[in-house]
């Protein structure tokens, strides 16, 4: 089957950094996407990588390894703003985005 | 510049009474649109995608149904709603057309519609 796995929740102080991974397991491989969902509201796209390494977006930075089926999300200079979900999802052999559970950001000033 | 809507944000409707969310496109044509369900601590699953007018496609069997009578309308249905049905409900589109026709590019997604069914 496939199979998106991220972390449940994490907790980081404002001012910090964080990193958010996520293993996949799909039939296939198209890319890789994060999406960040405050409470509430509809997903919004960060980032997008298909190729191994990391893609820097600002305080955001998107790392892949399509050999380890492993991509991370880093946030520098944490904001409270930041408290949200962040969705990994990965676009697979049939072109179906397969979607992770969502990790639950929690800032703490 | 392109904008999605869908509506209601909120409703909250007996087991066994019909559904209907809608969703529209502006400001681009013949758009892929998909309807997706986040239930509270699981990823999005989706319900519904269409690549044309009258192009249905279901990926879960199950008491909803979705048409699309107009290009950049998507409309979500039920006849009678279950108890499971509840949930966070997101209309999305994007523009690219993939080699399965899904699309490849990132999802633009509607405000989302919180259904409480009781």
């Known amino acids: 089957g496939q199979n998106i796995d991220q972390p449940t929740e994490m907790t980081a102080t404002e001012g910090a950094i964080v990193q958010i991974n996520c293993t996949y397991q799909t039939s296939g491989f198209n890319g890789l996407f994060w999406y960040q969902q405050h409470a509430g509201e509809a997903p919004t796209f960060l980032s997008y990588n298909v190729l191994d390494g990391l893609e820097e977006k600002g305080r955001f930075s998107s790392f892949l390894s399509r050999s380890k089926g492993y991509s991370y999300l880093l946030l520098k200079e944490l904001q409270m703003k930041d408290s949200a979900s962040y969705l990994c999802?990965?676009?697979?052999?049939?072109?179906?985005?397969?979607w992770g559970a969502g990790t639950k950001l929690i800032i703490k000033p | 510049s392109q904008t999605i809507h869908q509506w209601p944000a909120t409703l909250v409707q007996p087991v066994g009474s019909p559904l209907s969310l809608e969703c529209t496109v502006e400001?681009?044509?013949?758009?892929?649109l998909y309807w997706y369900r986040q239930a509270a601590g699981r990823g999005l699953q989706l319900l519904f995608y269409?690549?044309?007018?009258?192009?249905i496609s279901s990926e879960v069997p199950q008491n909803l149904s979705a048409s699309r009578p107009q290009d950049r309308q998507f409309i979500l249905s039920s006849k009678k709603l279950l108890l499971s049905d509840s949930g966070f409900y997101l209309c999305a589109w994007n523009p690219l057309t993939g080699l399965a026709g899904i699309g490849t590019g990132e999802l633009f997604f509607g405000e989302g519609s919180r259904l409480t069914v009781l």
């Open positions: 269409s690549v044309g007018i009258g192009q």
């Open positions: 999802a990965v676009l697979d052999s049939n072109y179906q985005l397969i």
């Open positions: 400001g681009t044509s013949n758009p892929n």
